[in-house]
């Protein structure tokens, strides 16, 4: 039945007050229209809402029956124009994120950890995966952004680059390699390599396989149907080596050590579509171009490499 929001809060307020006189003056509007609208209601409705008198209204049976379905109206929509203005100011809200390294630490650990930090109220979702799993899915609206190692056949999308992180090679605390401070290409010949089949094992094969080649080698890599914490217990046992970037070397696995891969460091990017306009994402990507700005202006200062 056509009425307004307007025309409900005249009926609330008539009861609230027990006239329309009061009524009028508490919601700034003439009499005159409290009582024409309300009217208008009862004759759509076929039912009298108010009982009228001489020194004010008092409601009807029915008019107690619309008032407490009016009030619980009300409410519900004033709370879906607040929570729909918190979401629209990036207050509120979800932010769908996928990644490939591990938020044990680094600059993607730094970003989420300030991110939560100043939107306490948005949610954030993370999703394993990789290149082939999330770029289609940020096409489809299904992730708002992801942080991948390369953003190769991303047609589409925006890239930006964000950080850089050293390869370590994953070794036993018992093998050879442990004793030195860096490890090199060429000390990797002859050694066997374990990954997992879920991401980001197809992307450590093929950088394996890409590195290598240059040297001549054909490197033995053998893929397991394993998680992370799997693959670093077969590493433990001291047959195979892997390869991860430095974030994950915070988390530590029993039996295993990290050595530096010399020279070798990975681009992350953050990528996404141009056309999501959700404001708490924005938000995230917004905080992330301004801590990476901050990182490069930090190396340079202290005289590092510029990671870019």
Same mark, same amino acid.
């Given at each position: 039945?056509?009425f307004e929001?307007?025309h409900l809060?005249? !009926?609330?307020?008539?009861?609230?007050?027990?006239?329309f006189?009061?009524? #009028?003056m #508490? &919601?700034g509007v003439? /009499?005159?229209?409290?009582s024409r609208?309300?009217?208008?209601?009862e004759?759509?409705?076929?039912?009298? &809402?108010?009982?009228?008198?001489h020194?004010g209204?008092c409601? @009807?049976?029915?008019?107690?029956?619309?008032v407490?379905? #009016?009030?619980k109206?009300?409410?519900q929509?004033?709370?879906?124009?607040?929570?729909?203005?918190?979401?629209?100011?990036?207050?509120?809200? &979800?932010v769908?994120?996928?990644?490939i390294?591990?938020?044990a630490s680094?600059?993607l650990?730094?970003?989420?950890?300030?991110y939560? @930090?100043?939107?306490?109220?948005?949610?954030l979702e993370?999703v /394993?995966?990789?290149?082939?799993?999330h770029?289609p899915? *940020?096409r489809q609206?299904?992730?708002?952004v992801?942080?991948l @190692?390369r953003?190769?056949k991303?047609?589409?999308c925006?890239v930006?680059? &964000?950080?850089?992180?050293r +390869?370590?090679?994953?070794?036993?605390?018992?093998?050879? $390699?442990?004793?030195?401070?860096? +490890? #090199?290409w060429?000390d $990797?010949?002859?050694?066997?390599?374990v990954?997992?089949e879920?991401?980001?094992?197809?992307?450590?094969?093929d950088?394996l396989?890409?590195?290598?080649a240059? $040297?001549? !080698?054909?490197?033995e890599? /053998?893929?397991?149907?394993?998680?992370?914490?799997?693959?670093?217990? *077969? !590493?433990?046992?001291?047959?195979?080596?892997? $390869?991860?970037s /430095?974030?994950t @070397?915070?988390?530590q696995?029993?039996?295993v050590t990290?050595r530096?891969l010399s020279?070798?460091t990975?681009?992350?990017?953050a990528?996404w579509s141009?056309?999501?306009d959700?404001?708490?994402?924005?938000?995230?990507?917004s905080?992330a171009?301004?801590?990476?700005?901050?990182?490069t202006a930090?190396?340079?200062?202290?005289?590092?490499?510029?990671?870019?």
């Amino acid at each position: 039945m056509p009425f307004e929001l307007r025309h409900l809060r005249y !009926v609330v307020a008539a009861a609230d007050y027990g006239s329309f006189r009061k009524a #009028a003056m #508490a &919601l700034g509007v003439q /009499e005159s229209a409290v009582s024409r609208r309300i009217r208008d209601l009862e004759d759509r409705m076929g039912a009298t &809402l108010f009982v009228r008198h001489h020194s004010g209204a008092c409601l @009807t049976y029915a008019g107690h029956q619309f008032v407490v379905r #009016a009030r619980k109206a009300i409410d519900q929509l004033s709370c879906a124009t607040r929570d729909v203005a918190l979401i629209g100011r990036g207050e509120e809200g &979800l932010v769908r994120i996928g990644i490939i390294s591990s938020l044990a630490s680094g600059f993607l650990a730094q970003l989420v950890q300030t991110y939560e @930090t100043k939107h306490g109220s948005v949610r954030l979702e993370f999703v /394993e995966g990789g290149h082939d799993d999330h770029v289609p899915a *940020i096409r489809q609206h299904r992730l708002d952004v992801a942080f991948l @190692t390369r953003p190769s056949k991303a047609d589409d999308c925006d890239v930006a680059h &964000l950080w850089n992180e050293r +390869v370590f090679v994953a070794m036993s605390e018992g093998d050879e $390699l442990a004793a030195k401070e860096e +490890v #090199a290409w060429d000390d $990797l010949h002859g050694r066997g390599f374990v990954v997992s089949e879920a991401q980001p094992g197809p992307e450590i094969h093929d950088y394996l396989v890409k590195h290598l080649a240059d $040297l001549g !080698v054909s490197p033995e890599i /053998e893929r397991q149907a394993v998680y992370r914490d799997t693959l670093m217990h *077969i !590493v433990a046992g001291g047959r195979k080596l892997t $390869l991860t970037s /430095e974030a994950t @070397t915070a988390a530590q696995f029993p039996g295993v050590t990290y050595r530096p891969l010399s020279d070798e460091t990975l681009p992350f990017c953050a990528i996404w579509s141009p056309m999501n306009d959700n404001p708490a994402f924005r938000r995230l990507l917004s905080l992330a171009k301004v801590m990476s700005k901050r990182s490069t202006a930090c190396m340079v200062k202290t005289g590092a490499p510029d990671p870019s």
